[in-house]
């Protein structure tokens, strides 16, 4: 397992993002109901946090509720939501001590009032947050991402605001959810599942992935420590060779 002492600070990833898997697994297997998964995975998602702003990830998104999950039992869903409201505001203020400013992705108007109260309010509270951006993705899904993107730059051709011929990947870029930041340079996901569940499909393009057997609930900061280490041992060649990246 790496330490924290080896960790080169000068070749952290700009962005992580986490696919956190595997709590009903972890409840089941201790056998209690998913919901107690949920609950014990909110120690995982502390750690990660503050493990990411102690060293100065600029920015981390939590995979923390997909629009497929709404197809869950409807018990199951109300459970979460609620989960989500008091988890909010119970870690707010450690988001602030450890300097993290929160911002969230998705379908937010599809959320219970309550949590879109929650979330603004630690949006902004949290604005001012410098070490650390937490990115929570809710109700979120990569196509969706995609759809709403290509609307609203259809939109903006059809307007005569852009004209098509000047479409670039870039432009497509600034239309995603994702556009205030940069592309994730490592996925973590836990569980040992080997997909990516339709997050984040374009920005994941070129991405490091860095898949554990570990389930959630069982995650630690250390264990965020090794993923670090393991992303910069790893070339990074965006299509070229070794060799010309040795010569650059």
Known sequence: MAARSEIDLQK???HVAVIMDG?????KKKGGLRIFGHQS????VRETVEAAAELGIRFLTLYAFSTENWARPAHEVTALMQLLVHTIRQETP???KNGVKLQAIGQLDSLPASCQRELAEAIELTQKGER???VLALSYS?????VQATRRLGADVAAGKLRADEVTEHTIASYLSTAAMPDPELLIRTSGEQRISNFLLWQLAYTELYITDLLWPDFRREHFYEAIREYQRRERRFGKTSEQLTVS
């Open 12 to 14: 952290l990833p700009a």
């Open 23 to 27: 709590n009903g697994r972890w409840a």
């Open 132 to 134: 650390t951006t937490l």
């Open 41 to 44: 995975a909110i120690t995982a």
């Open 94 to 96: 450690t988001l602030l």
């Open 142 to 146: 990569g196509r969706w991402d995609l």
